[in-house]
């Protein structure tokens, strides 16, 4: 079955960067579109960054500039680099194969200002 683990969360500060890690399993990864995306306490999930199978990206406005995805097809990984994160970046980040419909349990990003 698909399994998605998100990794690499914790604690930083204001304008500090953090590379989470979405190890993938259970479906052709290669072959699927990957997104990040973000719950804050209180607010919807929203997407925040997207890869196509062929390495094409798109960005949250939020994000753009600040935040990286990419993907490596042999370890069936993608990341999400942050960069100058803001205290409102805080929240639970998931990814997601566009294929299927299963999530991870998340990785928790707390900015302090």
């Known amino acids: 079955q698909v399994q998605l683990v998100e990794s690499g969360g914790g604690l930083v500060q204001a304008g500090g960067s953090l590379r989470l890690s979405c190890a993938a399993s259970?479906?052709?990864?290669?072959?699927?579109?990957m997104g990040w995306y973000r719950q804050a306490p209180g607010k919807q999930r929203e997407l925040v960054a997207s890869i196509t199978s062929g390495g094409s990206t798109n960005y949250a406005d939020s994000v753009k500039g600040r935040f990286t995805i990419s993907r490596n097809n042999v370890r069936n990984t993608v990341y999400l680099q942050m960069n100058s994160l803001k205290p409102e970046d805080t929240a639970v980040y998931y990814c997601?194969?566009?294929?299927?419909?299963?999530w991870g349990k998340g990785t928790l990003v707390t900015v302090s200002s």
């Open positions: 997601k194969a566009f294929s299927g419909t299963s």
């Open positions: 259970g479906f052709t990864f290669s072959s699927s579109g």
